[in-house]
Every structure is written in C-alpha cells, then in structure tokens.
C-alpha cells in the first residue's frame, strides 16, 4: 500500500506541476524534450546500501554549447547505466548522440562531471569521475576531448584521460579546474569518497592528515608537453599540502579571503570534516576550515559559493539531511550526545550539526592595531529559513524570477533510510537471522519533492515549492541551471535516480501573470590558457548596488553549470557598469549596458590593473581598533565543562557557564579605570589594574586564595562603596547548576577594600541566600544615601524551570560596619518566585525621580517595577507589552530617540535558532516530576510540520524519542517504537492527569528589541535590524561613538551551552549599530566598526582610559577578554556616587536623558563616567538623587 500511494502521488503532483501555467516552473514530458536518461540502480546481494553505503550518491549534470550553436547541451552520469550526452534542437527539444559522440562512459560507475577546455582549442571538453568499482582499471576517471561537430551539429569526442594524466583511480566524486599557482593555466582538484571495508566513518579517532587516508583528495598541475602540445598533469598533492582525510562529497573553488589566489573548499560526508584549503600564494595550501567557520554541517553534500546578499562577498551554502517536519524528524535524528562536542575538542574536530549552513560572510576580520585576517562568517540558515529540506544534495543557487536576488532550489531523497530508527533497531535483531533481501524490503525510502526558495532580499528565503511547481516527489541527486531555450530565465535539470531526468522549464518570460524581468548574461572570453576566464570576478554596478560572480561552473554536487554568469535586473533600465577582474589582474570595465542581452567580454580589451583594486571591503576609517596585546591584557577565561544535561536531559541550555561578568570602577585609587572579571567554578576572579602608560597589571582578586574559596561560580558583580570608607568595594553574586539545589556555594560575597586594591572576604553583614543568581545591581532607591541592592533570582539548580525568588536588600551600614538587610517581602512581595531573572537595570522609566527596576527573564515578560518612593508595585501588565513573553537575557537603558525618557533594548535568544516562536506557535515547556522517581522532568515543545504531506503546525516535544527515553524510562514503554513517538502530539504524551500540578510555560517572542517609552507607562517592542538577530545577544553599551549627538549600540554576544541537535549559537561577532537618534538603528561592518568578537561572548564594559580616550572591554566564557579603543577622542566627565542621571542637550536643541547606574546589560557594570564631543551637544546638567542639579561646561 505504501509503494502504490507514492505511485499515486507521482501521478498527482506531476499532473498538477505540468498544467497549472501559474505556476513559475512547469516539468517538461520526455515526449518534448526526448530526454529519456534514467539513473537506474539495481540492488543485488553484492550491490546494496547495507554493504555499500555510498550507491545511492548518484549522478550529475553537465551544462555546455559542446557544439558551439549557442544553445546548451546537457550531459547526464550514470551509475549503472550509460552516461547519456543531449544536444539541444532549439525549442527544448534535444537529441540523443551518445554513441556517435563516444561519451558514454567506458562501463564506469560514474559520478561528477566537469565540463572545461582543457586544450583551449576554443571546445568544451568534459572530465568524468569515476568510483565504486574494485578492479582500479574500470574506475580510471575519463577525459573525453573535443574534436569538434560534424556537419549536423554532433560533438565527437576522444577519451584521453591517460594521455593528459589525469586517469586517477581514487573514487573520485568530482573534479574542479582552476589556477592555483597563478601561472595562468588550469590545474585541477580531484574530491575523493572512499570508504574502506572495515572502517567507520562516523567513529571519532585522531584525524589523519598527512594524506596517509586513501579517502583523500588529490591536486594535478598543470603542466604544457611541448612535444605532445597539449598538457599533462602532475600529481603535487603531498608537496601542496593536500593531505587531510574526509570523504568529500562536492568541491568549490573560491578565492574567499580574496587575496587574489584561488582557495578550495570541499564538504566532507560522516564525521571527517569539511576541508578548506587556504592558498599560501607559494603553491601550498592550509586546512583552515576551524578558524573560518564556527561550525558546519554534519554530513554536508552539495555546496555552493556565491554572493546571496548582494554585498558583493561570497557567501557559503552546503546542505544536509534535517527534514522540516515532525515524523521525518523523529523517524531520523539521532540522540543528543554531549560527547559529542568533548570528543571534537579532544580529537581536534571541527563543530558539525545535522542541518543545511548557510555562512554570511561578514568580510575579513580586523586583528590587532587594524591589520586583516581572514574572513568572517555568520551561519544563518535558520534565520533564512534554509536549514532543513530532508535528505539533500545540490543547492542551485540563481536568480530564477530575474528580481535582482539569487533564488535556491534544493534537490533532494533517497532510495533506502537506512537512518529511519525502526529499520535500525530490526536491523540489529535481524541481521544475523535474515537474508539481505529480506532486510531491504524493511527499508523505507524517501521520496520527496525538491524544494524552491525565494530570497526575499533580506537574507531571508521564501518556500515557493508549490508555487514554483515542484511537487513532484523524486530520487533527485545531480542538477545544474541553464537558459535552455535563450529566453533569458534560468531553466533547470535534475538527474534523478530510478526515474527520468527532470526538466524544468522557467516560464517567467512571456508569462503576463508571473511578471517578466529584465537581466544580464556575462560571457567571457579569456586567453590562450584560460579560454573561458575560470577565476574571473565579475561585477554589476547599477542603482547603487552590486552583484557579484566568480567564475567557475563547478557548483552544487556532482555538476558543471554553464560557462557563463547571469544577472536578475528587475525593472532596471540600464546597468552604470560591468566590472570584470580577470585571474592576471587585467582590469576591464564596461559602462551604460542595456538588459537583456547577452555581454561578450574579451581579455584582449582589459587593462592591467592595481590588485588591490579587485579586493573589498579592506581599506575603512573604522571606529574602534583592539588594542588587547598592547594593553598589557593576556587572559583567557578558564571554565570547567560541567555537563548540565547529565542532571536534565532535556534543557535548552546550559547554566554552568554563564559568566564572566565583568565590572570597572577605580579599585586602587589612582583615579584611573580597573576591571574585575568575574571567577568560574574553582577559577580565581581576576583583576586587571589600570597603570598610568595605559597598561594594565593582572592578578587574582585574592592572590593565593584557597582551592575551597574558588569553589563558588562569580554571577554578577557589583562595584560600590559597601562600607562609607570612600573606596570600592566588590558584591559578588553566585550562580551556576554545579551544586544541589540552595546549597551554601550559592552564597554570596563582599570583598572589602582597604583602598590600594587588596581585598579581604566579609560576608558577616549579608543575608543568608543560598539561591542561584544571577545579576546584581546597585541604587539607592530610598533616597537615605546609601546604595540599596537588587539580586536576580536565575535558577533552582537541578530543578528548571521551577520559578526562584529575587531580592532586595536594603543597605543598612553605619560607621564602617556592614550591614544588609533583606526586605523584598515587605517592599516587593511578588519577588517571591517571580521567575528566573537574566538581568535587571535600575531605571526611573516613569521620570518620577525614584529608580525604578526593569526585569529580564527566561519564559517571563519583561517585567516593570515601579518606586512607590521605596515601595515597589509590578505594573507589567499596564505596560503594553505583558503578552510578549520569551527568552530575554539582557537589558539596556538609554534614550535613543532623544525624546527625554529612557528606553530600553531588551536581548532575546534572537531568531536564528531550531526554537522559533510566535503568538500562534509559541515554544512551552512542561515540567514536573511525571514519573515519580525524584527528578524535575522539563519537555520543551514547538510547533511543526506534522508530515511533509500535512504541513498543519501541531505541538510536538522538541527532543527525540531516545533523549525522552533518557529522562523519563517510561517512555520507552510507552511509544513502543519511534513511528509511534513521531506521531505523538504534545498532548500524546502527557494525560490530563499528568499535566495536574505541572509547570507550562510559553515564550511567543524571540527577537532582540527596542522597548520604545510611549510615556505613561506604555512601551512598545520594536524588532532589532535583521543582522542582530543572528544569535543571542548578551553585554550591551549605549555610546555616541561618532558624535552625531545620537546613541549608538554596540553588542557582545552568543552562547554554546546548547546540545548537539540544537547547535551552538555563534552567529555574532559583535556588532555595532549607529542610532539614527529616532530610535532605528544601521547595522555597520566589521569593516566600518572595527568591531569583532567571534567567540562565546558574555560581557562588555565601558572605562576611560590613557588620553581621554573611550576604551571598551569584552569577554568571552573560555575566550580572551577584549580591549577595543574608539579612536575618536572623547571629554570624559566622572559621575559622583549619589548622581542618578545626565540630561544633555544636542546641536539641535533636542534633549537626551542618560543613566549612569551600577551595572546595565548581562553581567556587566561599566564606569560612571559619560564621555562626549563637544561638537554634539551645547549642555549638560548632571541630577543626583535627591534631584539636585549642577551644569558642567563642555
């Protein structure tokens, strides 16, 4: 039954694909195209994915005019069929002339196909990779040359492979051709997959990276025979450094640190990670795939560089097998293991996840004092909407409705899932029982359309696959675009196993209701050695904007596109220039182009050029510059790797690991700034004393203190005078999830000053608080002149999500001898379980003249405290924005629409995440003891795709059927297998009964925002621009950095403590944002700010430093603290300890109210010290806390 209903729906979608002209793409019948090419795979004892798992990789697809009429031919690869070459007719129609061609494969199981002019005789050649077979004779790759059309338009081609040295016989994949000494001839990279009897792929051992593994991939020079005239090939793959395993799937070249040397990257299948070989420039390479990229994907397959933003950088696309919907998701995705991410930093492995990336690339990164590194990326495809299209394998990435943005069609399936978990688990019972026919009939299959996305033009891709009419299901593998009737819209084929090559026809030409576009096609003609200019940049200028094509057809997997680069134009009318940066550094430029043509560009018209002039993005007068080293500052965060899932094995995320705070204040009293960074679990807090040469000396906040005083995680810090002695001292919260619930390592600390920056611990005048914490914060919010404090409540260890209290004590020292007195149930009650706080500002939001108190938390709103003058009332649900409940973890007051009143920026986990949220699909959690046996069970649920077929959103738990196993036995009993459990909707696995008495929490809002003040205690929630929401946003600081007289926004950020199925969040790095004084914000480059902190940031701290300059410090949890200078020289002026706020009047009369408390954003306090340009405001009044006012001149 089950076979007959994907016949059916074949059938069905086919149908409706071939005569609904609404449709963008219409599949064309083999009786109009004569395309009959079927990738048939016969299974059989010997040939099967149980003994070889890699037969169902499939084919590829060639695109090129290999008679050169002017219209693309096709070439298709077999397995265990012939490789099939078509000539295009004209009018989609093709011709089959395989045999009179000679190009039908030689018997080989053949895989890529790479289409080039090897003899630059002015005729496409193609190379065919070869695999599988044992005998190393029948899988020799084949070279077939082209000796030109007969007189009816049929190439005829001679098999040279052996002549020209490239008959190698390492289970090539693909090849791909290029220049990668810049000797101006092309050489070739050959991607090998070879997996050897015995070995598993997927078992972590030390990498082998001396190209002892036969799966690894070879590099052929180029070398002219004089007497042979033509080129022979040399393998120098050990003497360049091609020497790291990996079982490669797809290989693109890029020059992707644009340095003007060509660059390989090859994505890799099972645990050998993918391999990016950076050009040294002295015929060399090095893997430097870790130091580019955060993470990538786990079992990558197809793969593609391209501009996709239009930003005129190369952006990264590899896919994966992540299915978007529940029951393929539960049928297929392995347990969390934790191990998993220990074992990769023992082994040295590259961070992998089960999904598609797509990396942004963010340009090269600046280093110290401004010099350049290499290229910094962004994986968002989660953000873009990208992540999961099942089993997949090429992305074709072009503009496909000509609307100026490239487009994605992903194609994907596979005959036998031999990852479906049911099949698994009989597979372990009945292998040494049952014969291997028997044991493939149990495999499902996975037959399922490709999909189409649409890219929206803000790094956002759009699911168009009904509208765009791919529903057919398919085996797909191999595809590539083309223009295949010149009507200038980008068709497309796809080879397919089982079933016959597709062809899809693009109707956006011609077609009134699909709104036809202009475009631009770019062919180059290059010289005698590069005939094709492969390596070529071309660039679009019109309008100002810019797309950019590097040129090489070896793109997606397993194919060759064709020889030319195309442009979507929208309505533009003319394009100002076509810029043309060819492999030598000839220079050509062409202006005022008319669409919709086809623009012929020669190398005999270019001029020699500056090589800088072909790079971006490396010359800005940027606004900060790190200036760590010269600072004297050499500290790396130190931080245990306790693993909080073993205790819970559902979370969402860690709570070991949430530091280090940081806090500046002048702690030795030599009127210059100093930091405290705060401690982890058995780490020392440490301080980092300002000299007067602008260096900082660092020590322990206590030299030599105990093992036992270290055994205390540092939450938040605040930096006050505790005790009325006229010095700073230090109130030190704790935190973390190591110890069991209130036990007396979460009590907190003060360390006393003696006012030269030694420190003694006395805790005699504190409370009694053996809660998890999170933030302190300072202010004197009863107005008797001392400094109050507020004690965020974060976690009951062991136990989340169960809600903890937060505190307030009021300061209750005299004569030197300390004194705190807790009275939050006499003066804000509703602090009792109020929640688990990430963060709270003190804030007079209301302009009332008593300090208010701003919350952040995890499943909460934020939440509003209003100063009753020193009785506090939770006016949350007046606010406006009570509903909007999330994962906030940070908090930000300023007034950034320079209307007089504090706003706020509140971070979230942000939206590029597998837990996404909104008012109709929220993420929830349920929680409570459900089995009995002691532990806190918490389930975190989302809404999904019930089936491919059904896409209604239902409510399923976010884990798989394993992880629910781990935490709860019963499970297993309970969903007796995984079908069963991938069916199951929430309210499947918890009765009514069950749920009486549990927690269920909801968060509908994930985005970082800008809490506007509307007055009157209404505020608004205004989403952050698209590139803050990559990650999770943490330490914040509101600063003019460019004295316009408006706030600017700069941000630390991201977070690992997450498990292996939902990634790390590492997207951010760092970003600064101008404030347009109105309350929007413009993201700025790395480029422009100067501005980069790639790892798992935490805080940020302003202070002043040598020269009256603004110095900024950032830290990362097991990273280096951060010294970034703004460049631009600042007055400062230094707050008093009883000043509450500044209130500065711009050039243009508008006032701007500015808190300067004890502390503001995730576990961090900055100095009390505002720094401005004279150039930007006319006044400043400075109002203490009995409201007193004192003007300062500028």
């Known amino acids: 039954m089950q076979k007959k209903f994907v016949v059916i729906l074949t059938l069905a979608a086919g149908f409706v694909s071939c005569n609904n002209n609404e449709t963008l793409f219409r599949l064309l019948p083999s009786s109009q195209t004569n395309i009959e090419f079927n990738n048939t795979i016969i299974e059989s004892d010997s040939i099967n994915v149980l003994d070889f798992e890699n037969v169902y990789n499939g084919g590829g697809v060639g695109f090129g005019d290999f008679n050169n009429d002017g219209l693309q031919d096709i070439y298709f690869t077999g397995n265990m069929v012939p490789n099939k070459l078509y000539v295009n007719k004209g009018n989609l129609e093709f011709e089959d002339v395989t045999e009179k061609a000679g190009v039908a494969g ?38 077939y040359i082209n000796q030109g059309p007969d007189e009816n338009k049929i190439p005829h081609f001679t098999e040279a492979a052996a002549a020209y040295g490239l008959n190698d016989t390492t289970h090539t994949t693909m090849a791909a051709f290029f220049d990668y000494d810049n000797d101006g001839d092309l050489d070739v990279y050959l991607c090998v997959n070879h997996i050897i009897q015995g070995d598993y792929p997927n078992r972590f051992r030390p990498r082998l990276t001396k190209g002892e593994h036969p799966s690894t991939g070879r590099l052929y020079r180029n070398d002219w025979n004089d007497s042979l005239k033509h080129p022979v090939f040399t393998n120098v793959s050990q003497q360049a450094g091609i020497l790291t395993e990996g079982y490669g799937h797809a290989v693109v070249i890029s020059d992707i640190n644009n340095d003007g040397w060509k660059d390989i990257y090859v994505t890799n299948d099972y645990l050998s990670q993918n391999i990016l070989y950076i050009n040294n420039k002295n015929g060399t390479f090095t893997d430097r795939v870790a130091e580019v990229f955060k993470h990538t994907s786990a079992n990558a397959m197809g793969c593609d560089i391209i501009d996709i933003n239009n930003d005129g950088l190369s952006d990264v696309i590899e896919l994966d097998m992540n299915p978007e919907d529940n029951y393929r998701k539960k049928m297929m995705l392995n347990a969390n293991s934790y191990q998993t991410y220990q074992n990769s930093d023992y082994l040295g492995y590259q961070y992998q996840y089960v999904r598609n990336t797509l990396q942004l690339n963010r340009g090269t990164a600046p280093k110290e004092k401004d010099s350049l590194g290499l290229p910094a990326f962004s994986e968002i495809a989660f953000f873009a909407g990208v992540a999961e299209t099942d089993w997949s394998w090429t992305p074709l990435v072009t503009d496909f409705d000509n609307d100026g943005h490239r487009d994605l069609i992903v194609t994907n399936g596979f005959p036998r ?3 479906d978990h049911d099949f698994v688990a009989f597979r372990k019972e009945a292998f040494a029982v049952t014969s291997t026919a028997q044991i493939l009939e149990q495999i499902p299959e996975v037959k399922i359309h490709n999909y189409a996305y649409r890219n929206n033009g803000n790094l956002g ?33 796809v080879n397919n196993i089982n079933d016959k090559a597709m062809v899809y026809e693009n109707g956006l030409m011609g077609n009134d209701k699909l709104k036809a576009k202009n475009y631009l096609r770019v062919s180059l003609r290059g010289d005698s050695l590069n005939r094709n200019g492969l390596g070529a940049w071309i660039k679009l200028y019109y309008n100002n904007k810019v797309q950019a094509y590097e040129q090489t057809p070896y793109r997606g997997y397993l194919s060759s596109a064709p020889m030319m680069a195309h442009f979507g134009l929208n309505d533009v009318a003319s394009v100002d220039s076509v810029v043309v940066n060819w492999p030598n550094g000839m220079l050509q430029v062409i202006t005022n182009i008319k669409p919709n043509q086809v623009l012929q560009v020669d190398i005999k018209n270019a001029k020699p050029a500056d090589m800088r002039a072909r790079f971006v993005h490396t010359q800005f007068d940027r606004l900060l510059t790190n200036i760590s080293a010269a600072s004297g ?34 702690l030795d009293g030599n009127k210059l700034d100093d930091i405290i960074a705060g401690g982890s679990y058995g780490n020392s807090a440490a301080v980092f004393l300002q000299q007067p040469d602008g260096r900082f000396i660092t020590r322990e906040l206590i030299p030599g203190a105990s093992e036992f005083n270290k055994q205390w995680e540092d939450a938040g810090i605040v930096l006050f005078d505790a005790d009325g002695d006229k010095d700073i001292d230090v109130f030190v919260t704790s935190g973390g999830y190591e110890n069991s619930p209130y036990s007396d390592h979460y009590s907190d600390k003060l360390y006393v000053n003696d006012g030269k920056a030694n420190f003694s611990i006395d805790t005699s005048g504190l409370p009694k608080n053996y809660t998890s914490k999170s933030c302190v914060r300072a202010a004197d919010f009863d107005k008797d002149g001392d400094l109050d404090l507020f004690l965020g409540g974060r976690v009951e260890p062991w136990n989340y999500p169960k809600p903890v209290t937060s505190y307030i004590y009021r300061n209750d020292s005299q004569n030197g001898k300390l004194a705190f ?41 934020i939440s509003f405290i209003r100063n009753e003058k020193g009785i506090f009332k939770n006016v949350t649900g007046t606010s406006g924005i009570s509903q909007e409940t999330g994962w906030w973890r940070s908090v930000l007051p300023a007034d950034f629409d320079n209307d007089g009143d504090i706003d706020y920026v509140a971070a979230n986990l942000g939206l590029n995440s597998f837990y996404r949220a909104s008012a109709d699909f929220p993420v929830k959690i349920y929680a409570k003891d ?78 970082h925002c800008l809490v506007r003040n509307n007055g009157n205690g209404k505020f608004e929630l205004i989403p952050l621009p698209t590139e803050a929401q990559f990650s999770c946003i943490n330490g914040m600081i509101a600063e003019d950095l460019d004295a316009d007289g408006n706030l600017d926004l700069i941000v630390n950020g991201n977070d690992y403590g997450t498990e292996v199925s939902v990634g790390r969040y590492d997207a951010c790095n760092g970003i600064v944002f101008r404030g347009d004084g109105k309350g929007g914000f413009i993201p700025l480059s790395i480029h422009e700010s100067g501005w980069y902190i790639p790892g798992n940031g935490r805080a940020l701290v302003k202070l002043s430093g040598k020269n009256q300059l603004v110095w900024m410090a950032a830290s990362e949890n097991r990273g280096p603290l951060r010294l970034f200078e703004v460049k631009r020289g600042f007055k400062p002026i230094t707050l008093d300890a009883n000043d509450d706020h500044v209130v500065l009047t711009t050039k243009e009369g508008k006032q701007q109210r500015r808190e300067i408390g004890y502390g503001a954003s995730y576990l961090s306090q900055s100095a009390r010290t505002i720094h401005l340009d004279s150039s930007a405001y006319k006044s400043v009044e400075i109002i203490n806390t009995k409201g007193q006012k004192r003007k300062i001149q500028l």
């Not at 891709?461 to 595809?479: D, H, I, R």
């Not at 073993?646 to 860690?654: A, G, R, S, V, Y």
Request: aromatic share 10%; glycine share 6%; hydrophobic share 40%.
């Open 106 to 143: 030689n018997g080989r199981w053949c895989r890529g196909v790479s289409v080039v002019d090897i003899n630059n005789d002015g005729l496409l050649d193609m190379y065919v990779s070869a695999s599988v077979k044992k005998n190393p004779g029948e899988r020799q790759n084949l070279l």
């Open 417 to 419: 899932d031999v990852t």
């Open 461 to 493: 891709f759009q699911n168009q696959t009904k509208e765009w009419g791919l529903l057919t299901p398919s085996f797909s593998n191999g595809a590539a675009s083309a223009d295949l009737d010149n009507d200038g819209d980008m068709d497309f084929v």
């Open 633 to 666: 500052i050499d500290y790396v965060q130190k931080e245990k790797d306790y693993v909080d899932f073993n205790i819970q094995k559902l979370l969402p995320h860690k709570f070991s690991e949430a530091g280090p705070a940081l806090a500046v204040a002048d």
């Open 821 to 861: 007195t807790d009275i939050t149930s006499s003066v804000a009650p509703f602090l009792q379980k109020i929640g688990m706080i990430t963060d709270a500002v003190w804030s007079d939001f209301d302009s009332d003249g008593w300090t208010d108190l701003v919350l952040t938390g995890e499943w909460m709103p």
């Open 930 to 1007: 459900f089995d009995n046996n002691g532990s806190y069970d918490a389930v975190p649920s989302l809404f999904l795709p019930s089936t491919l077929e059904n896409t209604e959103r239902k409510e399923y738990p976010a884990q798989t059927r394993d992880d629910m196993v781990k935490q709860m036995i019963g499970f297993r009993a309970k969903f007796q297998n995984y079908k069963l459990y991938a069916l199951a909707t929430i309210d499947k696995m918890f009765s009514p009964d069950e749920l009486k008495g549990a927690q269920v929490l909801q968060a509908i809002n994930l985005s």
